[in-house]
């Protein structure tokens, strides 16, 4: 029987990554009442992007959006391990909310499918504590040339 978050990420087979070293000036999280916000997080695997460019269906040289999907669960699990490094997993009550920016090509109009890689992989994990509020953006250019950037926002113990 699952009794913490961490026996679910066990029962999962989800490993959390190491905490992102930040790129600019700002911390990975923080902490105010019973609230952590974290900072935007990239699809940075193993200290590199897993995915960089623009997403679009189809076209050459672009960043498909499955591959993007993936990606965006990538960055909510570097949030998490954001989150876990400043109060710990095991603390967090509800995910509140969900910011999900996504580089896009012209015409592409898939913003909210890409992001579902974060907020499924929070359902997956949090169960109708992931249920979440969100919003999936569409922008020009992202740090690094990311293609993908999630921020959230937790209640926690």
Avoid at 67 to 89: E, K, P, Q, S, Y
Avoid at 97 to 113: I, L, W
Wanted: net charge negative; glycine share 12%.
């Amino acid at each position: 029987m699952v009794t913490t978050w961490t026996d679910r990420l066990v029962e999962l087979g989800i490993e959390l990554p190491s905490v992102v070293p930040p790129v600019a000036s700002y911390t990975p999280a923080v902490r105010t009442g019973n609230l952590v916000y974290t900072s935007g997080q990239l699809p940075v695997v193993d200290g590199e992007l897993s995915a960089r460019g623009k997403v679009h269906e189809g076209a050459e040289g672009i960043v498909q959006p499955e591959d993007a999907t993936a990606a965006a669960r990538v960055c909510a699990l570097n949030a998490l391990a954001a989150i876990d490094a400043l109060v710990g997993i095991d603390s967090i009550v509800r995910v509140i909310k969900v910011v999900g920016f996504v580089a896009s090509a012209p015409g592409f109009t898939g913003q909210p499918g890409v992001i579902n890689g974060a907020s499924d992989v929070l359902g997956e994990i949090f169960g109708d504590a992931g249920v979440h509020a969100r919003s999936a953006v569409g922008v020009a250019e992202l740090p690094l040339g990311a293609c993908v950037e999630v921020e959230l926002i937790v209640e926690v113990a």
